[in-house]
């Protein structure tokens, strides 16, 4: 799989990175970003990339680096089972605990780690849920007990979604609809990018970056001209 980053001013390709097919789109991304920035010292100051490119920890680092991140917009949010959702749920600082709307605490039980996720996971007790007359409206059929996960990166995600909709948002996604998209398609079409002719990821590799060079040798002929 070929991962592509262009420059928004002229279309020139500026970095190619290959991965097996497994790989998912945004594992190589920071890895990338870090390059693009240190090794050949780009001021980077915004990206738009991909939905699957909006993880929190993306999300995370690129406010940290000063990059703005613009990802399509989400077409919905957490779906819960229950009519009780998580704005029924006043955090406590002190405690470090949720209080759902029957009085009890939910308290911090354990941390999920994914690739691009932590979540700090809060569950009631059981008791207090077998309890409680609100269960009904607090707890899907199969649930025994209220749980809440919070990203730790959450804030960072929220404010890339602050940009949805916004007037940069959508030129930012419409130069990556001209220019990334594009490359590909012309890549495919004329720079021998449909399908490759030897086997292995270094093959792979020098056959992308050819592609790519082939490409970038047209545009900067047209920008110097």
């Keep these: 799989m070929s991962h592509q980053s262009v420059d928004s001013r002229h279309g020139i390709i500026v970095d190619v990175e290959v991965t097996p097919g497994n790989v998912n789109d945004s594992h190589p991304y920071l890895e990338r970003i870090e390059y693009m920035r240190n090794h050949l010292g780009l001021p980077i100051e915004a990206a738009g990339a991909d939905k699957a490119y909006g993880k929190s920890l993306i999300c995370r680092r690129l406010q940290e680096m000063g990059i703005r991140l613009y990802t399509p917009r989400v077409a919905s ?5 229950a009519e009780f959702t ?15 709307p029957g009085g009890k605490h939910l308290l911090l039980r354990s941390l ?99 592609s790519a060079m082939a490409l970038n040798m047209k545009r900067m002929v047209k920008c110097l001209g």
């Design 77 to 81: 949010g957490i779906h819960y089972q």
């Design 86 to 100: 998580r704005k029924e749920f006043q955090y406590e600082e002190e405690t470090d605990s949720f209080v759902c």
């Design 112 to 210: 999920e780690r994914e690739e691009y996720n932590i979540c700090r996971v809060y569950r009631a007790d059981k008791e207090d849920c077998q309890s409680c007359a609100m269960s009904s409206r607090c707890l899907s059929a199969q649930a025994q007990k209220r749980t809440l996960r919070v990203n730790i990166f959450e804030e960072a995600v929220k404010k890339c979604r602050e940009r949805e909709g916004t007037a940069m948002h959508t030129h930012i996604l419409n130069m990556r609809q001209i220019w990334c998209e594009g490359s590909f398609a012309a890549q495919k079409a004329r720079h021998n990018l449909r399908s490759l002719y030897r086997r292995g990821q270094e093959a792979a590799e020098a056959h992308c970056l050819l």
